[in-house]
């Protein structure tokens, strides 16, 4: 299977949009207690708005014809102080259709936004992972991701 990663376009919002709204269910579904429930039409307004941001790329993989997973990118204008690298890139979002799991398209992605940022001169790249997660934890280490915080929650009731 080849697998074509391009920047997006508005084109692609609503494509991308059910994408992130699955990816969204996901979390819900495992953390009822942390996650409010989102609409897949919050998702379209969501993803326009990146789309249309300064600070934010969105990358599409394409196999088979159709959008087949996402990246939301966030490209840092200023630096941090007080870290080693001042400009991070950050991972917002990030999903793979369910019937293309395992294939690479996540890779593939990661790999784009990393060419992306280094294009731009950013040396490091960060991303948030929640722990119910494990696809998506595994394939983060196996790109060379480490662990630098565990944030933690409890619900009072």
Known sequence: ???EVLAANEQDVAEI???SYEVGRLHDEAMPAYFMSSTEGEHLRIVS????SSTTVIFKAVCEDR???FLCLYVPER???????SKTGVILNMGVDEVYRGQGIGTALIKEAENYLKEKGIEALELGVYMFNEKAYKL???LGFVTIEQQMFKRLS
């Open 1 to 3: 299977m080849t697998i």
């Open 17 to 19: 949009a059910k994408l």
């Open 49 to 52: 708005e990146m789309l249309k």
């Open 67 to 69: 959008i087949c997973g």
């Open 79 to 85: 630096e941090r102080k007080g870290f080693v690298h």
């Open 140 to 142: 983060y280490e196996k």
